[in-house]
């Protein structure tokens, strides 16, 4: 029986420059997919696994991201007054009890194992969970809850793993594989980025995690790796280094990267689709846009 997973590290401290101007003065977290800000996926997944604290390591201008967890008593007391209980009761999804969230600051920018680093002191000594709050994941048992129930079973640390084309492994952290059992791979090491030639093969490391508290003590003696920053991808394959179990989960879902315009726009459309409310408007519509880019052709 492993400890329960019940703390998980959201790194929202990145600058999000490819959204911008939009992310000029709001965080990219709370830009929508439909009609929920991305970060409430991540919280909802997080949920889903059983996490009971959230900490978020947070940078300057991140201030929407703590009101929008908030209580906003003059609009539920508007909503109130107009008998609006559906829609307070979905802002009760929004609203996280006292003690349950706390903020962190990543004063330099000086990559993610350095943000997960941030969060050592509320971490302490237990198993945890990070979420990429950028990779969002469409799957009927969430990602992360997958993860931890197979972590129930085979302990020692575990990546969400995703094959990827060839061309696209210089992208993301990068497994070397083992011995693979159903879906779960046995993780011989990792490397971030790799060159062209050099990925050792095209298992990517989707972000979700699952680490114990040795990352820490991996990260404070790290040196800077790709793109000149502390990656918990070094940290992680130290930890194959000294003989400590990794594995990777070949999750059950869809991932889409919504840190990229493209992968933004497919998982609005896609969340938009699975809508009841939106579906037959928004289809008719696209097959619409369809048939006369087709009659131009
Ligand atoms: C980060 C991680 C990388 C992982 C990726 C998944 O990279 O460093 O190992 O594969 O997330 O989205 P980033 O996309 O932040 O450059």
């Given at each position: 029986?492993q400890?329960?997973?019940?703390?998980?590290?959201?790194?929202?401290?990145?600058?999000?420059?490819?959204?911008?101007?939009?992310?000029k003065?709001?965080?990219?977290?709370?830009?929508?997919l439909?009609?929920?800000?991305?970060?409430?996926?991540?919280?909802?997944?997080?949920r889903?696994a059983?996490?009971?604290e959230?900490?978020?390591v947070?940078?300057?201008?991140?201030?929407a991201?703590?009101?929008?967890?908030d209580?906003?008593?003059?609009l539920?007391?508007?909503?109130?007054?107009?008998?609006?209980?559906?829609?307070?009761?979905?802002?009760?999804?929004?609203?996280?009890?006292?003690?349950?969230?706390?903020?962190?600051?990543?004063?330099?920018?000086?990559?993610l194992g350095?943000a997960v680093?941030?969060a050592?002191?509320?971490?302490?000594?237990?198993?945890f969970?990070?979420?990429?709050?950028?990779?969002?994941?469409?799957?009927?048992?969430?990602c992360?809850?997958?993860?931890v129930?197979?972590?129930?079973?085979?302990?020692?640390?575990?990546?969400?793993?995703?094959?990827?084309?060839q061309d696209?492994?210089?992208?993301y952290g990068?497994?070397?594989i083992?011995q693979?059992?159903d879906?779960?791979?046995?993780?011989?090491g990792?490397?971030?980025?790799?060159?062209?030639?050099?990925?050792p093969?095209?298992?990517?490391v989707i972000?979700r995690?699952?680490?114990?508290?040795?990352?820490?003590?991996?990260?404070e003696?790290?040196?800077?790796?790709?793109g000149?920053?502390?990656?918990?991808?070094?940290?992680?394959?130290?930890?194959?280094?000294?003989?400590n179990?990794?594995?990777g989960?070949?999750?059950?879902?869809q991932?889409?990267?919504?840190?990229?315009?493209?992968?933004?726009?497919?998982?609005?459309?896609?969340f938009?689709?699975?809508?009841h409310?939106?579906?037959?408007?928004?289809?008719?519509?696209?097959?619409e846009l369809v048939?006369?880019?087709k009659?131009?052709?």
């Amino acid at each position: 029986m492993q400890t329960k997973v019940t703390k998980a590290i959201f790194p929202v401290a990145g600058l999000g420059t490819r959204f911008l101007p939009a992310t000029k003065s709001i965080p990219k977290e709370i830009m929508t997919l439909v009609d929920r800000p991305l970060i409430q996926y991540a919280i909802d997944e997080a949920r889903e696994a059983g996490i009971t604290e959230f900490i978020f390591v947070t940078s300057r201008g991140k201030g929407a991201l703590e009101d929008y967890f908030d209580h906003a008593p003059q609009l539920e007391a508007e909503l109130l007054k107009k008998g609006k209980t559906e829609l307070l009761e979905l802002l009760k999804n929004t609203n996280m009890e006292s003690g349950t969230i706390a903020y962190i600051r990543q004063h330099k920018a000086l990559g993610l194992g350095h943000a997960v680093w941030c969060a050592r002191r509320l971490i302490g000594n237990e198993p945890f969970a990070v979420i990429l709050p950028d990779d969002v994941i469409s799957a009927e048992k969430s990602c992360l809850k997958q993860m931890v129930d197979a972590y129930q079973d085979v302990g020692g640390s575990m990546v969400a793993a995703m094959e990827v084309p060839q061309d696209k492994t210089c992208c993301y952290g990068i497994l070397n594989i083992g011995q693979q059992d159903d879906n779960l791979l046995a993780v011989n090491g990792m490397v971030e980025k790799p060159a062209p030639g050099y990925e050792p093969s095209n298992f990517a490391v989707i972000g979700r995690y699952i680490l114990t508290p040795n990352i820490f003590m991996h990260i404070e003696n790290q040196k800077f790796g790709s793109g000149g920053e502390i990656q918990l991808t070094d940290a992680i394959a130290n930890e194959v280094t000294l003989g400590n179990a990794v594995n990777g989960l070949r999750f059950e879902g869809q991932r889409f990267d919504c840190g990229t315009k493209a992968g933004f726009l497919q998982a609005t459309i896609s969340f938009a689709l699975a809508r009841h409310d939106l579906r037959d408007e928004l289809t008719a519509y696209l097959n619409e846009l369809v048939s006369v880019a087709k009659a131009a052709q």
